[in-house]
């Protein structure tokens, strides 16, 4: 597969429960952190989104957390389901830019039946 | 709508070929992006358009590489001559107007230098 090469952080997670991938980013000075999924044979797309006014932000079974204290990125999944396994990147960039963005290395969710 | 659409999906050349990526954007998407993952590397930012013009590339390794996009519709993406560290994934992505534009990505090409 695409990832063959690149050895991912591995999350194992029973089909139920809750998944929690976290993610540390890099430039103090990014204000625009963005969640994508990647499933095998696809390019990434995009789940969530969060500005760095904000610290919290809920979606649809997927909530994204921000502490900028500490440069760190959190992506929850609840009731994790077996459509959820795939790699997952934290990503960062600056709101009044273009999407120049900077991609962390990816984790990549199994979820166990 | 149809999606960010690329072309081949593998290519596989051998060291000091040519190979030409293509690109169509969403419709109506003015900004097209072209990003790259390279073995055992994060995907990486390599340039990025508004409609035909080249705003920022300065995510290109090389003179290697030349994007073009010829009249604001889709982009190519050539490498001349093809090196065995170009090997990896070349993802396009196409978005609107604006920082927090999310962007859609095509499935890649898979790039393989032998």
């Known amino acids: 597969g695409e990832s063959v090469g690149l050895h991912l952080p591995t999350l194992s997670v029973q089909e139920g429960d809750n998944s929690i991938i976290n993610c540390a980013y890099s430039n103090s000075a990014s204000d625009y952190f963005i969640w994508y999924k990647q499933e095998s044979g696809k390019g990434p797309q995009f789940i969530i989104d969060i500005r760095s006014n904000m610290d919290k932000r809920q979606g649809q079974r997927v909530t994204v957390l921000l502490n900028k204290t500490v440069k760190h990125l959190s992506l929850q999944i609840a009731a994790t389901q077996p459509g959820d396994s795939a790699v997952y990147f934290c990503?960062?960039?600056?709101?009044?830019?273009?999407?120049?963005?900077?991609f962390g290395t990816g984790t990549k969710l199994q979820v166990i039946p | 709508e149809a999606g960010v659409t690329q072309f081949p999906s593998h290519s596989v050349i051998e060291k000091g070929q040519t190979v030409t990526l293509r690109c169509d954007p969403i419709?109506?998407?003015?900004?097209l992006y072209w990003y790259r993952r390279v073995m055992g590397k994060e995907i990486k930012f390599l340039l990025h358009?508004?409609?035909?013009?080249?705003?920022?590339e300065s995510g290109m390794p090389n003179n290697r590489f030349l994007a073009e996009r010829t009249g604001g519709t889709y982009s190519t993406l050539k490498v001349q001559p093809a090196e065995l560290e170009d090997s990896g994934v070349y993802f396009c992505?196409?978005?609107?107007?604006?920082?927090?534009?999310?962007?859609?990505f095509g499935n890649g090409t898979r790039l393989t230098v032998t």
């Open positions: 992505a196409s978005s609107r107007t604006g920082g927090t534009a999310p962007l859609h």
């Open positions: 419709s109506g998407h003015d900004n």
């Open positions: 358009f508004v409609k035909e013009s080249k705003q920022d």
């Open positions: 990503a960062e960039n600056f709101a009044g830019g273009y999407q120049k963005v900077t």
